[in-house]
């Protein structure tokens, strides 16, 4: 099976910086996404990450370690429209599975 | 190019009644997850289906739930004899291949169970 780990909330001020940790454990790992949701609606992709290092994508950055089992999401800048949920998910033996997600309110 | 598209949106049935969720993948896609999300809660993963075969379906109740993906046509979840507990909002997925690619997210159906 899959375990996916993630704070449950986060808060930052608008402006800021916010690290999001997500700690997994799988077998078949073949890759791990990071997703934003707001409340009601559906998840939209923000990034991919297959290989260990960093992805970054404007104000979305995205790290991981395979050897660690560990991946972060920083978001810089941070704007009032990016208070939402964000969810780490991992395929593993071609299951996609996501963590609780983390709670990200900024204010200004 | 139309994305992944699920109705209906919002679905109402009293206890005991069936409830059939559709999910038609983007064109091209032949990979559908369906996963299960409660108010205030992540997103619970319920199976994984290739056209016409289940590959995963290890989240999903072996009682009164079922799904498909046939050769012509969405994918359906079923769900038998509802109750109250089954009141979420269910969401689709689709990818054109086994890992290695994004998968897109319908915008769910929200079903309420009085």
């Known amino acids: 099976g899959q375990n996916i780990d993630q704070p449950t909330e986060m808060t930052a001020t608008e402006g800021a910086i916010v690290q999001i940790n997500c700690t997994y454990q799988?077998?078949?790992?073949?890759?791990l996404f990071w997703y934003q949701q707001h409340a009601g609606e559906a998840p939209t992709f923000l990034s991919y990450n297959v290989l260990d290092g960093l992805e970054e994508k404007g104000r979305f950055s995205s790290f991981l370690s395979r050897s660690k089992g560990y991946s972060y999401l920083l978001l810089k800048e941070l704007q009032m429209k990016d208070s939402a949920s964000y969810l780490c998910a991992v395929i593993g033996d071609y299951k996609l599975s996501f963590g609780a997600g983390t709670t990200v309110t900024v204010r200004a | 190019n139309a994305g992944v598209m699920q109705n209906p949106r919002h679905l109402v049935r009293r206890r005991g009644q069936e409830a059939r969720l559709r999910c038609s993948p983007m064109?091209?896609?032949?990979?559908v997850y369906w996963y299960r999300q409660l108010p205030e809660e992540g997103l619970k993963f319920m199976v994984y289906l290739q056209k016409e075969n289940i590959i995963d379906e290890s989240g999903m109740p072996k009682e009164r739930f079922s799904a498909e993906f046939p050769k012509e046509g969405p994918s359906i979840l079923r769900i038998q004899q509802v109750v109250r507990g089954d009141s979420a909002a269910y969401f689709c997925?689709?990818?054109?291949?086994?890992?290695?690619?994004?998968?897109?997210f319908g915008q769910g159906t929200r079903l309420t169970v009085v």
């Open positions: 997925a689709s990818s054109s291949r086994d890992g290695n690619t994004e998968a897109f």
């Open positions: 064109k091209g896609h032949s990979h």
């Open positions: 799988t077998s078949g790992f073949n890759g």
